[in-house]
């Protein structure tokens, strides 16, 4: 079978045929009613015909012109600004040209992209563009200015508003905040004595009188550090003034990296990163941790939970505070501390962004600032529009002026204090769609995407959001989790996409656990194996993932545990043999993770720990199991332990990692898959210009096996999950030239080897993967090319095991003597990365030490 990344987009999310498309068109017809509309006046708050949302125009703007008197809505009104109709051609012919598919849904794409152009225009017009739009934070919250301190919020909810803290001994009736027509309070707190009145550090909050004459105190909504006190169980978060003097400031040393190709992401949470039952700091998870990451050759960062959340437990998805980090692991400072560290180490650090919803929690969140009042006067939706069934969560409005300005410079605040190289926003399914994706299957059907159920004012949120992002970082990568499949969200606003960099490919992990549960190895479908890894949208990025953070949590299994479940706690010893469950398993986790990584997407995700096959499960502290972090940690003993085959597991992904380093194959846009051999249990592919065999069959080992490739000449072995390091049994010899012969007729694709104009013949052991790359001939010499000393010393470490009778060497006896082979010639990989990472540890270590 032919498979081309290059050739086919993906039925499943779809790609549709005629008459598909014709059925298209006219539900498009029939139930998208927001198509040849007549021009509509901005005079205000108006709803769409045949729509069911409103446009909001801006209530409120603290620029210079507003406060002169300029009321937005009402110099819209006057001026009679106008949508252009939805007739007017607009720049949306990239994505059509792309997949005529979408051509009956042009008025839809239409529509969005006027959407986006006028909220565009109206932002410039009276915020003076995004950039500035973006710098709420500069106006918002606590900021100082001369002679003082000045503070904002929004609440056009509040009757009466005072300050309150530790400076004002918690008494706000000298510190009464005046309001403006727009619904934003202020108060100008001058300084005492040539010192901020206000000291850093210290804790505030904001206190308002509501429309029922309740006094409520909350935290202020830019806060930008919030903490609580540990002593007391279940105690409200406090706001902090955090303003620290310049020798307190941390200093960044070191460029952000350049981007990456292809990112090869390690998905991390900081506060369960220790190997001890606690909550693990920012500092140490720099000093500890992201050596790690970088000897194990993932080239960027993905934080969890870095905004503030008051439950923990949340795992970072209910935030409560957007512009603070999770004082749990430290200050803002720390934070840098990390970020500046993963920079020095070649990492680009991603934040996992949550405007997808807030937490409902009302004493410490956003939510708080919701007293009953209008939807245009909230954060948030009203009435069911407004909460999340499946989550317990607030949704945002986000036709609201004042919930944009908070979003976007939201993500402006993390991109430029501390320096993150770009986002992977969540939920963006729950955003898309006013059903949220709630009991929906998604079948690729087009009608899907673009109807009545597309939540149009989140779409252009968050073509805004990308906008801004690739303006502020041209080189930031952003991510869409998203299971819907929309067609265009990985395509730029420019083109009339939504603009993400990339879309995570969930349904990959959901298909490997469907066969590691439910399915023997004797049923396990090649073919279905290989659809599922290649259904992906033409020319829409995906990031390729086995297992991430959802498959590790409480009720869910990793893929290790799945493969050898108990035995994981007792047969992973190599002074034994391995149990056939073990051999297995450690078998399939490698194959499993490089197949996802190779044929899977544009880019790969591991989440903390599952490189080496971490066992158990996560499950964060709560009443069900008596507030316990023994199961909220990481056990890097187990991969450090030399004689545990953890090491096995996190070697092979290593060196996974390192062959993308090399070849830059997850870049490559040539992806052909040529064999899917159900009998055989073979699946056969190239990627780049790297031949890739995989042999799921559970006995048979194929001697001679006739594998087709593109380019004729000379391959070698690139990397072998059957080699000794990896705990395998060394069964492929790695100093083989395999010599490819032509099939067919050259240019005639059917009278080739599996449409493939070549082919060579390898010994295909069972379960084992093997990577296989073309030797370049050099004038003059005849051997093969240098590949890089790390992939050299792969083979030359086969070569020395390769001896007579190593076949019938125990596991156990295999282990040790490779261990002497080793210690006979090191292995340059680890020696090299060790190097590398122990210099620039030191190197950090002295350069930060004074910030330790």
């Known amino acids: 079978m032919l498979g081309s990344l290059g050739l086919f987009p993906a039925p499943d999310f779809g790609s549709l045929s005629p008459s598909l498309a014709k059925n298209s068109k006219r539900a498009v017809e029939r139930n998208c009613q927001i198509v040849k509309q007549k021009q509509i006046e901005l005079t205000g708050c108006r709803k769409l015909p045949g729509c069911s949302r409103f446009l909001f125009l801006p209530r409120i703007s603290i620029d210079k012109r507003v406060k002169q008197g300029l009321a937005i809505s009402a110099a819209v009104a006057d001026e009679k600004k106008t949508i252009t109709s939805f007739e007017e051609d607009m720049e949306i012919t990239g994505l059509l040209s792309i997949d005529p598919g979408l051509e009956s849904f042009k008025d839809h794409f239409r529509y969005r992209m006027q959407r986006f152009t006028n909220q565009k225009q109206l932002i410039e017009k009276y915020e003076g563009g995004l950039e500035e739009f973006s710098k709420g934070y500069l106006k918002f919250g606590f900021n100082r200015e001369a002679g003082g301190i000045v503070y904002r919020e929004w609440a056009p909810a509040a009757q009466e508003a005072q300050v309150i803290g530790d400076f004002n001994g918690w008494d706000g009736s000298n510190h009464r905040m005046e309001k403006n027509e727009f619904g934003v309070w202020s108060i100008n707190i001058p300084d005492s004595g040539g010192n901020p009145a206000i000291h850093h550090n210290s804790r505030v909050k904001f206190r308002f009188k509501h429309g029922d004459g309740v006094w409520v105190d909350r935290i202020p909504a830019w806060i930008r550090y919030a903490t609580v006190d540990p002593t007391k169980f279940g105690a409200p978060y406090d706001g902090v003034y955090w303003d620290p003097p310049p020798p307190e400031r941390y200093q960044f040393k070191y460029p952000r990296p350049p981007k990456a190709q292809a990112p090869r992401i390690y998905e991390a949470h900081v506060g369960m990163s220790s190997s001890e039952p606690r909550i693990n700091t920012y500092r140490e998870f720099a000093d500890d941790v992201l050596p790690r990451i970088r000897a194990n050759n993932y080239n960027t960062v993905q934080l969890m939970a870095v905004m503030e959340h008051s439950y923990y437990g949340s795992f970072g998805y209910h935030v409560t505070n957007f512009f603070a980090v999770s004082s749990r692991s430290g200050t803002p400072e720390d934070l840098k501390y990390l970020i500046d560290k993963a920079h020095s180490l070649g990492l680009s650090v991603l934040m996992d962004v949550v405007h997808s919803h807030a937490s409902n929690n009302i004493t410490d969140g956003l939510n708080g600032f919701d007293v009953g009042q209008s939807t245009q006067d909230s954060y948030f939706h009203t009435g069911d529009r407004g909460y999340h069934k499946l989550w317990d969560s607030r949704l945002f409005n986000y036709a609201n002026w004042e919930v944009i300005r908070f979003l976007l410079s939201n993500l402006r605040w993390w991109l430029e204090e501390y320096k993150f190289d770009g986002f992977r926003f969540d939920g963006v399914t729950s955003m898309l769609y006013h059903?949220?994706?709630?009991?929906?299957?998604?079948?690729?059907?087009?009608?899907?995407?673009?109807?009545?159920?597309?939540?149009?004012?989140?779409?252009?949120?968050?073509?805004?959001?990308?906008?801004?992002?690739?303006?502020?970082?041209?080189?930031?990568?952003?991510?869409?989790?998203?299971?819907?499949?929309?067609?265009?969200?990985?395509?730029?606003?420019?083109?009339?996409?939504?603009?993400?960099?990339?879309?995570?490919?969930?349904?990959?992990?959901?298909?490997?656990?469907?066969?590691?549960?439910?399915?023997?190895?004797?049923?396990?479908?090649?073919?279905?194996?290989?659809?599922?890894?290649?259904?992906?949208?033409?020319?829409?990025?995906?990031?390729?993932?086995?297992e991430s953070h959802d498959q590790a949590i409480v009720g869910d299994k990793t893929v290790a545990f799945l493969l050898m479940d108990k035995e994981m706690y007792y047969g992973m010893s190599c002074l034994t043999d391995a149990s056939p469950m073990v051999d297995r398993g450690v078998a399939l986790h490698k194959m499993v993770h490089l197949l996802t990584m190779a044929l899977g997407g544009e880019g790969y995700l591991n989440f903390m720990g599952n490189e080496f096959g971490h066992p158990e499960w996560i499950d964060f502290p709560r009443e069900g199991n008596g507030w316990s972090y023994d199961k909220c940690r990481r056990q890097w003993n187990l991969v450090d332990t030399e004689h545990l085959r953890y090491r096995f597991m996190n070697a092979f992904d290593k060196a996974m990692n390192l062959l993308d380093e090399?070849?830059?194959?997850?870049?490559?846009?040539?992806?052909?898959?040529?064999?899917?051999?159900?009998?055989?249990?073979?699946?056969?592919?190239?990627?780049?210009?790297?031949?890739?065999?995989?042999?799921?069959?559970?006995?048979?080992?194929?001697?001679?096996?006739?594998?087709?490739?593109?380019?004729?000449?000379?391959?070698?072995?690139?990397?072998?999950?059957?080699?000794?390091?990896?705990?395998?049994?060394?069964?492929?010899?790695?100093?083989?030239?395999?010599?490819?012969?032509?099939?067919?007729?050259?240019?005639?694709?059917?009278?080739?080897?599996?449409?493939?104009?070549?082919?060579?013949?390898?010994?295909?052991?069972?379960?084992?993967?093997?990577?296989?790359?073309?030797?370049?001939?050099?004038?003059?010499?005849?051997?093969?090319?240098?590949?890089?000393?790390?992939?050299?010393?792969?083979?030359?470490?086969?070569?020395?095991?390769?001896?007579?009778?190593?076949?019938?060497?125990?596991?156990?006896?295999?282990?040790?003597?490779?261990?002497?082979?080793?210690?006979?010639?090191?292995?340059?990989?680890?020696?090299?990365?060790?190097?590398?990472?122990?210099?620039?540890?030191?190197?950090?270590?002295?350069?930060?030490?004074?910030?330790?």
């Open 435 to 546: 059903h949220h994706g709630i009991n929906m299957a998604f079948t690729g059907d087009y009608n899907e995407y673009f109807s009545e159920a597309t939540d149009i004012d989140a779409v252009v949120y968050l073509m805004l959001a990308n906008s801004l992002i690739h303006n502020i970082l041209p080189d930031a990568t952003v991510i869409a989790e998203d299971v819907s499949g929309m067609p265009g969200l990985g395509r730029s606003v420019s083109e009339g996409g939504i603009g993400f960099d990339y879309r995570l490919a969930m349904a990959i992990p959901d298909k490997w656990i469907d066969y590691l549960k439910n399915k023997s190895d004797e049923e396990w479908s090649m073919k279905e194996i290989s659809w599922s890894l290649t259904n992906r949208r033409y020319t829409e990025k995906c990031v390729a993932y086995a």
């Open 662 to 852: 090399k070849y830059s194959f997850l870049a490559s846009t040539k992806q052909i898959v040529s064999s899917t051999n159900e009998e055989d249990k073979v699946i056969v592919f190239e990627r780049g210009d790297l031949v890739f065999v995989f042999n799921f069959h559970p006995e048979n080992t194929y001697d001679g096996y006739k594998v087709g490739c593109d380019l004729p000449g000379k391959y070698r072995v690139a990397l072998d999950s059957d080699a000794w390091e990896f705990g395998g049994r060394g069964r492929v010899g790695h100093d083989v030239d395999h010599f490819t012969s032509p099939e067919g007729i050259p240019g005639v694709p059917e009278t080739n080897f599996n449409n493939r104009p070549n082919s060579f013949k390898i010994l295909s052991a069972a379960r084992t993967c093997v990577v296989y790359y073309r030797v370049e001939e050099k004038e003059g010499n005849h051997n093969s090319s240098d590949i890089g000393a790390a992939n050299e010393t792969l083979t030359d470490i086969a070569k020395l095991g390769d001896f007579e009778g190593i076949n019938e060497t125990s596991p156990a006896d295999a282990v040790a003597k490779q261990e002497d082979l080793k210690a006979a010639q090191p292995s340059l990989i680890a020696d090299d990365i060790a190097t590398k990472a122990n210099t620039e540890t030191e190197e950090i270590e002295e350069e930060t030490s004074d910030d330790k």
